[in-house]
């Protein structure tokens, strides 16, 4: 059906009114400024915010209404828009009258038919409720990671107190554990893992009897078999423990070989976790290196000579590589 004149003004004043009804009754502030920042249209929303009718804002800037401090941000806002011509999301303060809170606003650009920017169009968000909680959100959880620290360092302090000679040792397999990962590139989520499981890798010898432990000559095979049970050990400790279970996963396997050699299951190459294999590294250097009650320490070069001679065969290349960059070229230290 073709639309007369007549008719077509009509659905234009209708189509008009319902705009004008649908941004008056939306709970967001909507607003539209000219190239100066000056108010050109507020919705009701925005006005009752302000304790004035929509029309008498008409030619007010932000300095007519908030505070110097926030009217010059909404202003650097505003030209932002209208000199790059795209829109931008800001989260700031707003404060009419009685109120302080947060929002969330989109500023856009209103442009002619040629394509020039004639104005700013505006839409803000009140967001202090979602802020308040994220906030709130972010203490809980900073509680909860400082608990559970201290109930891995009381774990940790348990260990060690049971077996001196671990005393010292997790410390710096940590310390070493964490720097091949960063040096690999491992992300934040799998170094916190492995920082957490390098503190608790040798849990499982609780369960094995201190004069084992501290034998000062070597071990016979049943003896040692005692010793082959704690990742084992320490994986039941901690498996259950939904959060701890990646953690228990690399506990479980830092005494597996990439050559199937290992224990407790002989697990080869990619069977076993890149987190597993980097602790084995850490593991064997620092052990290597610090003195027991069967045997004096080890020199740091005839220990990264153990793991040179064994990269690819007992030890992940790629994690000894990173090894021997890290103390050759880097100058690691444990101190
Ligand atoms: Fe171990």
């Known amino acids: 059906m073709k639309l007369t004149k007549e008719t077509a003004l009509k659905k234009l004043k209708i189509d008009k009114e319902f705009y004008e009804n649908l ?12 190239i100066k920042s000056r108010y050109i249209m ?14 008498k804002i008409i030619g007010k800037t932000d300095l007519d209404i908030f505070p110097r401090r926030i009217a010059e941000k909404y202003r650097k806002d505003d030209r932002d828009v209208l000199r790059t011509g795209k ?15 947060i929002v969330e606003c989109i500023k856009a650009p209103v442009k002619d038919k040629k394509g020039k920017v004639i104005g700013v169009l505006g ?3 009140d967001i202090t409720e979602k802020v308040n909680l994220i906030k709130k959100l972010q203490k809980t959880l900073q509680k909860f990671r400082q ?11 348990i260990i060690e107190t049971r077996d001196p000679y671990t005393s010292g040792h997790q410390r710096n397999t940590v310390k070493l554990a964490c720097a091949i990962a960063k040096e690999m590139g491992l992300s934040k989520r799998q170094i916190d893992n492995l920082k957490i499981a390098a503190s ?46 990646p953690i228990a996963k690399i506990i ?3 005494h597996e070989r990439i050559n199937g050699t290992g224990y407790p299951e002989g697990k080869k190459n990619g069977e076993i976790s890149l987190e597993a294999r980097i602790l084995a590294v850490a593991d064997v ?37 990173a090894t021997l960059k890290l103390f050759r070229k880097k100058h690691f230290s444990f101190k």
């Open 285 to 321: 250097i620092e052990a290597m290196t610090s003195h027991r009650p069967y045997r004096p320490a080890h020199s740091l070069e005839e220990a990264l000579g153990e793991i040179e001679k064994n990269a690819g065969v007992l030890y992940d290349r790629k994690v000894v590589k």
């Open 147 to 157: 608990t559970f620290n201290d109930i891995i360092k009381a774990i940790v302090d």
């Open 87 to 101: 829109p931008k999301k800001i989260i700031e303060p707003y404060c009419p009258p009685g109120k302080k809170c």
């Open 23 to 34: 941004i008056h009754h939306l709970p967001e502030k909507v607003f539209y400024k000219d």
């Open 200 to 245: 608790l890798h040798d849990l499982g010898k609780i369960f094995i009897p201190m004069d084992i432990l501290n034998k000062p000559s070597k071990l016979n095979d049943i003896e040692f078999g005692f010793i082959k049970t704690h990742p084992c050990n320490g994986y039941k400790l901690l498996s259950d423990i939904k959060l701890l279970a």
């Open 42 to 55: 507020i919705n009701r929303s925005f006005a009752d915010d302000l304790g004035i009718k929509p029309d």
């Open 252 to 254: 479980y396997q830092h």
């Open 123 to 125: 839409m803000a968000y």
